[in-house]
């Protein structure tokens, strides 16, 4: 067979089945061009003459399991997209954070950070907040499953769009927090020294990242199905304070699917006091 001939519909499902087994990801035949699209050069790359070969090689090689987990997720993010959430951590959720827990530090998940944007926006606001409020203490973390896009989060260097958003957005923050080099713009120490990042699979039970106050979780509950979303955000909550918020992205909501949250207001909720498995 001929890469540029389609897969059969029993290869196509066991690629999707691939798909979810290492992200979780739920794919159908609707996606089927998508992923044809993503697969394709890397199968050519690898010389390999169809997608079922490609399928065994998925079946043998943990190292093209990585590739694959890289090629088959959605990574698209910018620097503070949805411009509410973050006047709402501005102007609300972090003046709170100082008048009621002055001394501790403040721990964020950014939990499906892609490469970085989301992280190192919440650490620009979180060291402008700073300014003002010296005894402040925060700690970021950014996961996520695709260990490509976490090497391009850890290196904090932006070009094309992700730099001209935020050099349109916020130039004062580019000033600030950035040093420009040929290429582009790259995050400098105040901000690095309150940010890591590491590989996570959100379906599974976080048990070696802490316990967070703020958790974004923001558009990538829509890659998951129903039953997905449920036992991810199960999850998540394992890792979250009693009180603390949880955001979501823009076309995501928890009323289908989630115990234990509080709404608070669009794409904000707050985590209950009672933690899974807690006796009544
Ligand atoms: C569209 S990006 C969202 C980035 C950022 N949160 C935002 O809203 O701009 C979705 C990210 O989720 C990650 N992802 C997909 N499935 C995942 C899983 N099972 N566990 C952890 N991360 C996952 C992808 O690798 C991708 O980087």
Redesign the pocket.
Known sequence: MDIDNDADLTVRRALFEQVRRH???AMNERKWVMLKGRLRRRIMTLGLPDYGDYLRVLATSAEEVRDF?DLV??????FF?TPRIWDYLARDFLPHWAANRAGETLRVW??????G??AWSTAMLCEEFRARHPAMRYAIVG????DG?LANARAGHYVGRSMEGLRQQRPELVQKYFRSDANGIAVTEPLRAHVSFRR????DVPRELGQFDLV?????LI??DLEGQKA?LANVRRAMRPGAVLIV?ESESLSRVADGFAFEQPLIYRNLERQPGAQA
């Open positions: 992200t979780g990801i987990v997720t959605t990574n698209e993010t910018s997209r950014s939990a499906a950070a892609s490469s944007e989301e996961t996520d499953i695709s896009i996570h699979n959100l379906y974004l979780l923001r558009n990538v890659y998951f991810v992205g």
